[in-house]
């Protein structure tokens, strides 16, 4: 029991809070509480903060939409929050999209599809290429480009509000992940994502590896969605700064060796 | 292979899957977001100003006490996430508070175009979220047989739609009553297309764009004196052809020759 606890505290804690954040909204809908109205598009905090998906801020900004005083506040606070604790830490403790990625990416290591498929065909550059897409298209069209094709937010939406054909689009996303690519569409794809990783360059909160206690078993190597953030591992004792790190913290929890663990970023390179 | 050609390949992959990508997700955009007869709640921004607005964050459908607001899911073929009405099912009973707008974070619904321009209180009977149009044809009414489902369901009751007394012809004893909509005081809520008795209804609601059309500025009301202001707009354009090129006097001397 000690040893489950151990080996998947953030898991568990994770799931709780993305399980939690999504209650309270379908609350809201449901039987009108007030703790978090709206979605993750944009919610209301208590009736009193305004919180704002800052990238369809960004994209609304394309579209030449005048910007409400709350909208940029909400986008603001959110930015500013995400980008202290670990830009991508939205990513892997309240998108609704991550149990659905992660699903996939367990199927795989169970199946063994990773030992098969060793090489990945595709960048994960892509991200930062559909960002510059949903800004284009945004500015050309007029209108927000990813929030109307936004898989996320056919997810929560759909938690909230009813899911219609939404299931196709949670079903497309885990058989690519699943079958297609390893960690697809969140590791690859998602501009939000690589939003994220961008404005949490700088982040606060990030995974310190220790090198003298790694025993090069690369176990959090298998488990982590986005590997390259490890290339350090078993090499030097250094913290984890790419931004693209989730702060999933699967690599602390399936570590043996304390090797990996949470810590504040270090203002200064090389101490 | 070299690494400049490989660079060079690589370039061009990535410029390829860009386009790709770029013009399918454009293309698939302008579709969904072509769609017009889409009723929005009240207070909307103009539809390509509310595309780009609205965050889609679905506040303005749970502010709404009727549930008459819904958000558009995957397979509801209107722009995903945006919120829409259908008033058939459950119009809009017109809130004298009109909960749905202050919520708006982004101002797609404009709180100010729901409220009085003096007071600033809000009123729900600014609100213009399409109008009621009558098919003649399928309304009852018209026939001669005694229905004002309608015009008693009408919250703005004897100013958005009005009864018309005329003589029914065919029994020469009779009076048709039929409802006539005045779009300067229709809010498009949409109760009387709820009300109608007919099996599809004969009144029905569409946002005013498709249920209007416009004269132009090239015919006035001459005996309207604030028509007459919409003659500062008009534009004349002459037109030279071969017939016209001299003054018509002139044609007329030259015994129409250059007619024949």
């Not at chain 1, 909204?25 to 919180?51: E, H, K």
């Not at chain 1, 909400?74 to 892997?92: N, P, Q």
């Not at chain 1, 689009?169 to 794809?189: P, Q, S, T, Y």
């Not at chain 2, 100003?49 to 609205?54: E, I, K, M, R």
Request: some cysteine.
């Amino acid at each position: 029991m000690k040893t489950l606890w151990n080996n998947y505290r953030y898991l568990i804690l994770r799931r709780l809070v993305q399980i939690s954040v999504m209650v309270l909204y379908f609350g809201a809908n449901a039987w009108g509480w007030t703790i978090l109205m709206g979605n993750l598009s944009s919610s209301n905090f208590l009736g009193l903060i305004p919180l704002s998906d800052p990238y369809a801020a960004l994209q609304m900004l394309a579209a030449g939409a005048l910007m409400a005083t709350d909208l940029i506040i909400g986008a603001l606070i959110i930015t500013v929050a995400y980008g202290l604790i670990g830009g991508r830490m939205f990513c892997s403790w309240v998108c609704p999209v991550n149990p659905i990625t992660d699903a996939a990416n367990f199927l795989r290591r169970k199946l063994g599809f990773n030992q098969i498929q060793k090489r990945q065909p595709a960048t994960r550059n892509m991200r930062y290429w559909a960002i510059a897409l949903s800004l284009i298209i945004s500015f050309a069209l007029g209108v927000t480009a990813f929030e109307f094709i936004s898989p996320i937010s056919m997810v929560h939406r759909g938690i909230i509000f009813g899911l219609g054909f939404g299931w196709a689009a949670i079903l497309v996303i885990f058989l690519f992940d699943l079958f297609v690519l390893k960690n697809g569409w969140c590791g690859h794809i998602c501009p939000l994502g690589g939003f994220y990783a961008l404005t949490g360059k700088f982040s606060l909160l990030r995974v310190d590896h220790n090198e003298e206690n790694c025993t090069a078993c690369m176990k959090c190597k298998e488990v982590c969605p986005e590997v390259q953030v490890l290339y350090m591992i078993a090499k030097n004792s250094e913290q984890v700064l790419d931004g693209e790190c989730t702060n999933c913290a699967r690599c602390i929890e399936v570590c043996d060796d304390d090797a990996l663990e949470f810590s504040i970023r270090k203002l200064k390179s090389g101490s | 292979m070299t690494d400049r050609r490989k660079f060079l390949l690589n370039m061009a992959r990535s410029v390829g899957l860009a386009g790709l990508a770029g013009l399918t997700w454009s293309a698939y955009v302008d579709e969904v977001t072509a769609s017009t007869l889409i009723l929005r709640p009240p207070g909307a921004l103009k539809e390509e100003d509310f595309l780009a607005t609205c965050i889609k964050c679905g506040m303005c459908v749970e502010a709404c006490p009727y549930d008459t607001l819904l958000l558009a899911k995957p397979g509801d073929h209107k722009p995903m996430g945006t919120p829409y009405f259908v008033p058939r099912e459950v119009p809009c009973y017109m809130c004298p508070d009109i909960p749905c707008v202050p919520v708006c974070p982004t101002g797609a619904l404009d709180e100010k175009s729901v409220s009085d321009d003096k007071s600033g209180e809000l009123d729900i009977n600014k609100a213009d979220m399409g109008l009621a149009v009558i098919d003649d044809e399928s309304c009852i009414a018209f026939w001669g047989i005694q229905c004002d489902a309608c015009y008693r369901a009408c919250p703005i009751f004897g100013d958005a739609i009005t009864i018309e007394y005329t003589k029914n012809e065919r029994t020469g004893k009779h009076a048709f009553m039929k409802p006539i909509v005045h779009s300067d005081h229709c809010t498009g809520c949409g109760l009387c297309e709820r009300a109608c008795v007919t099996e599809k209804p004969a009144i029905f609601v569409l946002p005013r764009e498709n249920a209007l059309g416009r004269a132009g500025d090239y015919y006035i009301k001459g005996w309207d004196k604030n028509d007459e202001k919409r003659l500062e707009n008009a534009t004349s354009k002459t037109t030279t052809t071969e017939i016209s090129k001299d003054s018509a006097t002139d044609s007329l001397n030259s015994s129409m020759e250059d007619l024949y």
